[in-house]
């Protein structure tokens, strides 16, 4: 069965670190890939999104993720994270059909100023 | 616009009771979709629809029907309510297959008791 995997199930980080949060994707073939984020309270927002081109993505809020084909991997990362980036992080992907997103399980972030 | 509302926002139920759980799109997107949250497990589909008349069932239908007689519109419906049904509902829509980016309601908080 299709499935889209998230490493990192909580991850913990003082404001100005790095941040890199691994999704893996379980199918070949086309892939179109996106990265929601939900802040706390509300509703899932895209972050940003890979359909095709360059591997390497620029979404909102300074986040980028760069697609590895040969890896099945679509990671996100930031440079230096702030606070108000506290949220829970969804990896998706359409299923092969294209008709529907299969979700990761998620990786709740946490920034400490 | 105002994209896809979802009403209510919060309910709480009597194990055995129904209840329909409302969304409404305002943007013409053909496919529409109800998602599930629990907590570390992401978002799990229940139904999809990609037009008024056409549904199909998600990884977690049961227990659940729903039907599409307008395009705006998707109607979730929970019959003898369950425990496990405790969770948060998102609905969500998008103009077609391809490129088209999806969106999400802010979701019903739902609890059985």
């Known amino acids: 069965a299709q499935s889209v995997s998230q490493h990192n199930h909580h991850v913990i980080l003082s404001e100005a670190a790095s941040l890199e949060l691994g999704c893996n994707y379980s199918y070949g073939g086309t892939v179109n890939l996106f990265w929601y984020v939900q802040y706390p309270g509300q509703h899932l927002q895209l972050l940003l999104k890979y359909f095709s081109g360059d591997p390497l993505v620029k979404g909102i809020k300074g986040f980028e993720a760069e697609f590895i084909k040969s890896k099945f991997s679509f990671n996100l990362r930031k440079p230096s994270v702030q606070w108000s980036d506290t949220a829970e992080y969804f990896c998706?992907?359409?299923?092969?059909?294209?008709?529907?997103?299969?979700f990761g399980k998620g990786t709740t972030l946490s920034v400490s100023s | 616009n105002a994209g896809v509302t979802q009403t209510p926002k919060f309910r709480i139920l009597k194990i055995g009771q129904s209840m329909t759980l409302q969304c409404a799109q305002d943007m013409n997107h053909n496919y529409m979709y109800w998602y599930r949250q629990d907590p570390g497990m992401g978002l799990k589909l229940i139904y999809y629809?990609?037009?008024?008349?056409?549904?199909d069932k998600g990884e977690v239908p049961n227990g659940y029907n729903v039907s599409r007689s307008t395009t705006e519109d998707f109607p979730l419906r929970l019959e003898l309510a369950a425990p496990s049904q405790t969770s948060v509902y998102f609905c969500?829509?998008?103009f077609g297959q391809g490129v088209y980016e999806q969106y999400f309601g802010p979701g019903t908080r739902l609890t059985v008791t």
């Open positions: 998706a992907a359409w299923n092969q059909a294209g008709t529907a997103l299969i």
């Open positions: 629809s990609v037009g008024a008349g056409i549904t």
């Open positions: 969500a829509s998008r």
